[in-house]
């Protein structure tokens, strides 16, 4: 299992390195009830159909249902791993188009689809989206970061 306690190495993504098309690693979660039942508690989010077998069988589902913004946490963490100490995340939205459910495999994914310089920022644009094992974008969104210019013209 990972050690989640483990101080990591601050990494810093110099917005010269960044091109369109770049693709952002991707992390794979394998959610479960108990992480379900964890956020419920966390984010005092306790509609039943994210932890009760029952309510979520009588609404159609064959098992309990991800909470939306758990799957946009998982997207933030993408975005943020990858941009690094030094980036910032100035917007970040999704759209919810699917359901997921736990014991599936979810990945996180991601790409550079802009890169521009406004008043000595750069900016990215970043197209992200949750992949279900089918290969199914179930959860579709984008990310607009800010990262450091390192060189300068002087």
């Known amino acids: 299992m990972e050690n989640t306690n483990a101080i990591t190495e601050q990494r810093t993504l110099p917005f010269e390195e960044v091109s369109v098309g770049d693709e952002l690693p991707s992390i794979v979660k394998h ?7 964890m956020y419920a ?6 509609v039943a159909i994210h932890y009760d077998l029952n309510v979520a069988r009588d609404a159609g ?11 946009s946490a998982w997207l933030g ?11 910032r995340l100035l917007e970040l939205d999704v759209s919810y188009r699917a359901i997921d459910f736990p014991g599936d495999a979810v990945t996180c994914v991601g790409k550079v689809t802009g890169v521009r ?3 000595g920022i750069g900016l990215v644009e970043l ?19 800010s990262i450091p210019i390192t060189k300068s013209d002087g």
Do not use: C, Y
Request: aromatic content about 4%; hydrophobic content about 35%.
């Open 31 to 37: 959610p479960d009830p108990r992480q379900l039942v």
């Open 41 to 46: 508690g966390a984010s005092q989010d306790f």
């Open 61 to 71: 589902h064959p098992n309990v249902i991800i909470h939306g913004a758990l799957k």
């Open 77 to 87: 963490e993408l975005v943020t791993s990858w941009m690094g100490s030094s980036g």
């Open 117 to 119: 310089i406004e008043n």
């Open 127 to 145: 197209e992200i989206g949750l992949r279900n094992p089918e290969g199914i974008i179930t959860t579709p969104g984008r990310a607009l970061v």
